[in-house]
């Protein structure tokens, strides 16, 4: 009994913590491989889905390379060791007590076979309800807005009964198939009885042997329950197991070719040679696109919504690969070097600026870690964003709520050019909409904005007349096809469509001050 302890002890630990050791390589690999993927699989892979591979998916498998597998292990040693030992006290009865083991094998399988759809299916449905829970938590605003609650609320019930559905028929079968396995090793164990009886009566057994006898088959019991729930549980992790490795094992379309050179410092030259590309393979977006920024140049481009002008920025960084044509930077093509050294060389400020949730010196320290508190306040000052930030009570070490949601649109702004301005990138990517703020705000942004176009090569998705006004290459985009190029005044004679987005889309500034 001591020696019994002192083993389970051991055995209790090692599983666990091996188990929780697969568990915490398989979250991390998973993770390391969705940074790894491809904006394409991102566009195609909702995030529900991916939420729930990488936690719900993962406990199922820990739980198999635990306890389920030291069960499997300990269940078959049981059964193969009693099985020889009951042959060997007596062939006839040992015969007789198999008999349902066919049996039970069959039915051990048809029971697999019908549960490895459900489970997958369960995983399916309860990833679709994590996503809906997350599109709900996200878009809150959104849903309180429009006074959808109650709608929400509804169409999580049904998503939520969708998986209550399937669990049920899980259970249905299992609650079956259990006690059926149960009941015929109880049935192999009657005819022992049945058949040891008779032999004892005629002599040819003795009253000791068969209760010897049947002391042996009343452990075969356990292990065979036991082989229940693990085929149970190996069918449940299968499941899980395709869902996180269809994960690991996806190729991603964009990535460092073998044997990349890294893009050393560059001056900042972008040439566009006759680049096509679709998101889609069916659906072109772009269309031989051809031009050439020279190195500090300021890029305007322009076209009316879905024209494709974010398509264009989405590809300097190689956030998508052309489908045909190819992008150079200082005449390197950039498939042909690191996506790490593409990707520091550009800065990107986007109107939805997203924030982490933590504290304001790490988020403008993002691309730059190590960056010290001298650099962070010179570049968040040169953003205009040193005195609000000054003005929080903890100043940079204040905590940005998720998403940002404790600071305004403006703020968040001033923030994400703060950190565009410590990477110092040679190329620049910004969109010039300032989201819904005030005068003083918006003329901060805009200088601050100019501050960090200065001396970099810089792709601007315009949205004001003072943009195309400064811009030194105005590029004219309409249905992915470049239709004209040139600067203001030029294009403002030769251009029709150009005249008309001027006049009727682009925004009057704020006040006259020219500042970009
Ligand atoms: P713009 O920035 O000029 O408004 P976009 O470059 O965003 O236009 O979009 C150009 C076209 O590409 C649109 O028809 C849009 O529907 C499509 N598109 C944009 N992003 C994606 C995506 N991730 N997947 C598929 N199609 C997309």
């Given at each position: 009994?001591?020696?019994?302890?002192?083993?389970?002890?051991?055995?209790?630990?090692?599983?666990?913590?091996?188990?929780?050791?697969?568990?915490?390589?398989?979250?991390?690999?998973?993770?390391?491989?969705?940074?790894?993927?491809?904006?394409?699989?991102?566009?195609?892979?909702?995030?529900?889905?991916?939420?729930?591979?990488?936690?719900?998916?993962?406990?199922?498998?820990?739980?198999?390379?635990?306890?389920?597998?030291?069960?499997?292990?300990d269940s078959?040693?049981l059964l193969?060791?009693t099985?020889?030992?009951?042959?060997?006290?007596?062939?006839?009865?040992?015969?007789?007590?198999?008999?349902?083991?066919?049996?039970?094998?069959?039915?051990?399988?048809?029971?697999?076979?019908?549960?490895?759809?459900?489970?997958?299916?369960?995983?399916?449905?309860?990833?679709?309800?994590?996503?809906?829970?997350?599109?709900?938590?996200?878009?809150?605003?959104?849903?309180?807005?429009?006074?959808?609650?109650?709608?929400?609320?509804?169409?999580?019930?049904?998503?939520?009964?969708?998986?209550?559905?399937?669990?049920?028929?899980?259970?249905?079968?299992?609650?079956?198939?259990?006690?059926?396995?149960v009941?015929?090793a109880?049935?192999?164990?009657?005819?022992?009885?049945?058949?040891?009886?008779?032999?004892?009566?005629?002599?040819?057994?003795?009253?000791?042997?068969?209760?010897?006898?049947?002391?042996?088959?009343v452990q075969l019991v356990g292990p065979m329950r036991r082989m229940?729930?693990?085929?149970?549980?190996?069918?449940?992790?299968?499941?899980?197991?395709?869902?996180?490795?269809?994960?690991?094992?996806?190729?991603?379309?964009?990535?460092?070719?073998?044997?990349?050179?890294?893009?050393?410092?560059?001056?900042?030259?972008?040439?566009?040679?006759?680049?096509?590309?679709?998101?889609?393979?069916?659906?072109?977006?772009?269309?031989?696109?051809?031009?050439?920024?020279?190195?500090?140049?300021?890029?305007?481009?322009?076209?009316?919504?879905?024209?494709?002008?974010?398509?264009?920025?989405?590809?300097?960084?190689?956030?998508?690969?052309?489908?045909?044509?190819?992008?150079?930077?200082?005449?390197?093509?950039?498939?042909?070097?690191?996506?790490?050294?593409?990707?520091?060389?550009?800065?990107?400020?986007?109107?939805?600026?997203?924030?982490?949730?933590?504290?304001?010196?790490?988020?403008?320290?993002?691309?730059?870690?190590?960056?010290?508190?001298?650099?962070?306040?010179?570049?968040?000052?040169?953003?205009?964003?040193?005195?609000?930030?000054?003005?929080?009570?903890?100043?940079?070490?204040?905590?940005?709520?998720?998403?940002?949601?404790?600071?305004?649109?403006?703020?968040?702004?001033?923030?994400?050019?703060?950190?565009?301005?410590?990477?110092?990138?040679?190329?620049?990517?910004?969109?010039?909409?300032?989201?819904?703020?005030?005068?003083?705000?918006?003329?901060?942004?805009?200088?601050?904005?100019?501050?960090?176009?200065?001396?970099?090569?810089?792709?601007?998705?315009?949205?004001?007349?003072?943009?195309?006004?400064?811009?030194?290459?105005?590029?004219?985009?309409?249905?992915?096809?470049?239709?004209?190029?040139?600067?203001?005044?030029?294009?403002?004679?030769?251009?029709?469509?150009?005249?008309?987005?001027?006049?009727?889309?682009?925004?009057?500034?704020?006040?006259?001050?020219?500042?970009?």
């Amino acid at each position: 009994t001591v020696v019994t302890g002192v083993l389970r002890f051991g055995e209790s630990y090692l599983t666990e913590s091996v188990s929780q050791d697969v568990a915490f390589d398989m979250r991390n690999e998973v993770y390391a491989k969705l940074q790894s993927l491809s904006f394409s699989y991102h566009d195609r892979a909702q995030t529900g889905q991916l939420l729930a591979r990488a936690t719900s998916d993962v406990e199922r498998l820990r739980r198999l390379t635990g306890r389920g597998l030291l069960r499997l292990v300990d269940s078959g040693v049981l059964l193969i060791g009693t099985t020889i030992l009951l042959l060997r006290m007596n062939v006839p009865l040992a015969l007789a007590s198999l008999a349902v083991m066919p049996v039970i094998f069959f039915i051990m399988r048809w029971y697999r076979s019908q549960q490895h759809p459900r489970f997958r299916d369960r995983q399916n449905k309860m990833a679709i309800m994590t996503s809906r829970l997350e599109q709900n938590l996200y878009g809150m605003d959104v849903v309180r807005g429009f006074a959808q609650e109650e709608a929400e609320v509804g169409r999580f019930r049904r998503e939520n009964q969708k998986v209550y559905d399937v669990s049920q028929s899980i259970v249905r079968l299992g609650s079956f198939t259990n006690p059926a396995v149960v009941l015929l090793a109880s049935a192999g164990a009657v005819l022992v009885l049945w058949l040891g009886g008779r032999l004892v009566i005629n002599g040819v057994l003795t009253l000791g042997e068969l209760v010897a006898f049947n002391s042996y088959l009343v452990q075969l019991v356990g292990p065979m329950r036991r082989m229940g729930f693990i085929v149970t549980m190996i069918g449940e992790s299968q499941a899980s197991a395709e869902r996180v490795f269809e994960i690991l094992d996806t190729h991603s379309e964009v990535q460092d070719k073998p044997g990349a050179a890294t893009l050393g410092d560059i001056e900042g030259r972008v040439e566009f040679d006759n680049v096509s590309f679709g998101y889609l393979q069916a659906r072109p977006v772009l269309q031989d696109v051809s031009f050439v920024a020279e190195p500090g140049q300021v890029v305007a481009l322009l076209g009316p919504t879905g024209s494709g002008k974010t398509t264009i920025t989405n590809l300097i960084p190689r956030f998508y690969d052309v489908t045909e044509g190819a992008i150079r930077m200082d005449g390197v093509d950039i498939r042909d070097v690191t996506l790490d050294s593409l990707r520091s060389q550009i800065g990107i400020v986007m109107q939805e600026t997203l924030l982490f949730g933590s504290t304001v010196r790490e988020n403008i320290a993002f691309g730059q870690p190590e960056a010290t508190q001298e650099e962070i306040e010179a570049a968040a000052k040169a953003a205009a964003a040193h005195d609000f930030i000054m003005g929080f009570p903890r100043g940079y070490d204040t905590d940005v709520g998720e998403r940002g949601v404790t600071l305004s649109g403006g703020q968040r702004q001033r923030i994400a050019i703060a950190r565009a301005l410590l990477l110092d990138p040679r190329i620049l990517i910004l969109d010039d909409a300032t989201s819904s703020v005030d005068t003083e705000t918006e003329l901060q942004i805009q200088a601050a904005l100019s501050e960090l176009v200065a001396g970099r090569t810089t792709f601007i998705i315009a949205q004001r007349v003072s943009t195309v006004r400064n811009a030194d290459l105005i590029l004219v985009i309409d249905r992915g096809k470049l239709v004209a190029t040139g600067s203001h005044r030029a294009l403002i004679r030769e251009s029709g469509i150009y005249a008309d987005i001027y006049h009727r889309q682009l925004r009057q500034d704020v006040a006259e001050t020219e500042v970009i």
